[in-house]
C-alpha cells in the first residue's frame, strides 16, 4: 500500500471538533487538549480520576520546546509535576515515565535514575524499568551511540493495580511446543494466546521515514503507548499525558475506547495533535502496528 506524508493525512479532516476536543477539563470530554502549562490542567482534574499517566518530559537539553536550566532546578521542575500526577492518579492505577539521557560534553545523566527519588519519596511501587530500544539515532564520536531509553512504570498500590497482560501478548517463538514428557505429555508447553513481551521492546523510534512522523522532532510511537494503555486500563478510563506534544498518547488512548488529557506550551503541536485525533477517529490515521517485527534487510536475515 502507497505510504501518505503527514501533510497528505491532514487533508481533509471531515469529523467536527466540537464535542470531541475539549480544552478545559471535565470528566465527561473524550479528549481534553489544554494549550499552556500542563500544571494548570492537572490542577483542573480530580483527585484519583485518572488510571493511567504516561508521558516522555523534555529531557533538558535545549530542544525547540524547552528552556535548558541547570539539573537542580529540572529536578525541582519535574518534582512538582509527578507530586501533582500522583494526586490525580486512582488508586489501582499506574504511572510511566518515560525518559532518556541529559548529555553534557559527551557525559551522560541517565534521567530515569535521576528521577526515580521523586516517585520513592511518593511510596509508588516500581514494577518495571521497560527499556525502550531503536536501531537509529543520533550518532556519538566520542561514546558509543545511544540507542535505548527507558519508561520507568510506577503502581499507587502494592498489589491491587490494573495489569491486562492478554491484549499485550506477542507470538510465541515455538507455538507449537509440547511438553515431551510428564503428566502434561502432548500438551502445550506455552500459553495459547502467546507470550509476555517482556521488558525489552524492540519498537523502531519516530524518523523522517516512519509512518507516523510529524513536525515534533522528539516524538514517540503510537505502538509503544498502546501497549502500555491496553496493558494498564480499562475502557473507558482516563489516560494523562502532562507534556502531550502531538498527541500520541490520546490516539493511543481513543483507539481503544479510553478518554485522555494532556497539555503542551507550543499551539503548532495541540493544532497537530487536534488533526490526528480526528483522524485516528475516522480510522484514517496512518500507524505503525503496535506488535509488527523490526524490518531486518536480506542480508542481516539469519
Not at 499525558?241 to 503541536?269: C, L, N, Q, S
Request: hydrophobic share 35%.
Amino acid at each position: 500500500m502507497k505510504q501518505t506524508n503527514f501533510r497528505q493525512q491532514m487533508l481533509p479532516v471531515t469529523t467536527e471538533k466540537e464535542g470531541i476536543i475539549e480544552y478545559e477539563f471535565r470528566e465527561s470530554n473524550l479528549v481534553t487538549l489544554f494549550h499552556g502549562d500542563c500544571m494548570d490542567l492537572l490542577k483542573q482534574i480530580p483527585d484519583e480520576a485518572s488510571t493511567l499517566i504516561v508521558t516522555s518530559p523534555p529531557y533538558n537539553i535545549g530542544k525547540e520546546y524547552e528552556e535548558k536550566i541547570t539539573l537542580e532546578e529540572y529536578y525541582k521542575e519535574q518534582r512538582r509535576v509527578i507530586h501533582e500526577c500522583y494526586r490525580i492518579l486512582s488508586r489501582r492505577g499506574s504511572i510511566c515515565w518515560q525518559v532518556g539521557n541529559y548529555v553534557e560534553d559527551a557525559v551522560i545523566t541517565p534521567l530515569d535514575i535521576f528521577l526515580f527519588p521523586i516517585f520513592e519519596e511518593l511510596g509508588l511501587f516500581l514494577r518495571n524499568r521497560i527499556i525502550w530500544r531503536f536501531g537509529h539515532g543520533l550518532h556519538a564520536s566520542k561514546r558509543f551511540s545511544g540507542r535505548y531509553e527507558t519508561i520507568m512504570w510506577f503502581t499507587k498500590s502494592e498489589d491491587d493495580y490494573i495489569f491486562n497482560l492478554d491484549p499485550v501478548r506477542i507470538p510465541q517463538k515455538y507455538p507449537g511446543k509440547k511438553y515431551f514428557k510428564g503428566p502434561r505429555k502432548g500438551q502445550l508447553s506455552s500459553h495459547p494466546k502467546g507470550k509476555n513481551p517482556g521488558d525489552v521492546w524492540d519498537i523502531p523510534n519516530v524518523k523522517s521515514n516512519h509512518p507516523e512522523k510529524t513536525i515534533h522532532p522528539c516524538q514517540f510511537p503510537v505502538g509503544m503507548i498502546e501497549r502500555l494503555v491496553l496493558s494498564m486500563t480499562n475502557e473507558r478510563d482516563l489516560v494523562v499525558d502532562p507534556f502531550i506534544g502531538v498527541g500520541t498518547t490520546a490516539v493511543a488512548a481513543i483507539m481503544h475506547g479510553r478518554r485522555a488529557a494532556g497539555a503542551d506550551i507550543e499551539k503548532k503541536y495541540i493544532d497537530v495533535a487536534e488533526q490526528r485525533i480526528l483522524l485516528a477517529l475516522e480510522g484514517r490515521l496512518k500507524t505503525r502496528p503496535m506488535n509488527k517485527p523490526v524490518y531486518k534487510p536480506p542480508h542481516l536475515r539469519g
